[in-house]
């Protein structure tokens, strides 16, 4: 069974930064795309990065080219989010979610992870 734990969550001011983990068990990191979304009330979900190794992809929204960095640890089973130069319009639920046949194409679709963790609130303060 495919489980996701997100935890890294906090309330940090403009400018500020936080490592997000993911912690995920049940799956094979190679087979698997591994991505960050947020939402925010009323929004779709965003898929904000993503990492595949099956495609050796990384993928970033626009939005948060230059200040987050995606990684993971085999070793550990974990996939880290790290942000920074936070600005208040990233404020959302974070959430870790996984894949098996998320293409590099898929990658930015919300709708393409079959696997969710539960949220970590992420708020930044003005």
């Known amino acids: 069974e495919v489980q996701l734990q997100a935890s890294g969550g906090g309330l940090v001011q403009t400018g500020g930064s936080l490592r997000l983990s993911c912690a995920a068990s049940?799956?094979?990191?190679?087979?698997?795309?591994i991505g960050w979304l947020r939402q925010v009330p009323g929004k779709e979900r965003e898929v904000v990065s993503c990492?595949?190794?099956?495609?050796?992809?990384?993928y970033y929204a626009d939005s948060v080219k230059g200040r987050f960095t995606i990684s993971d640890d085999n070793a550990k089973n974990q996939v880290y989010l790290i942000m920074n130069n936070l600005r208040p319009e990233d404020t959302a639920v974070y959430y870790c979610?996984?894949?098996?046949?998320?293409?590099?194409?898929?990658?930015?679709?919300?709708?393409?992870?079959?696997?969710w963790g539960q949220g970590t609130q992420v708020t930044v303060s003005s």
């Open positions: 979610a996984a894949d098996p046949s998320a293409t590099e194409s898929k990658i930015p679709v919300s709708q393409s992870y079959a696997y």
């Open positions: 990492i595949s190794r099956s495609d050796n992809t990384k």
């Open positions: 049940g799956l094979t990191f190679d087979d698997y795309a």
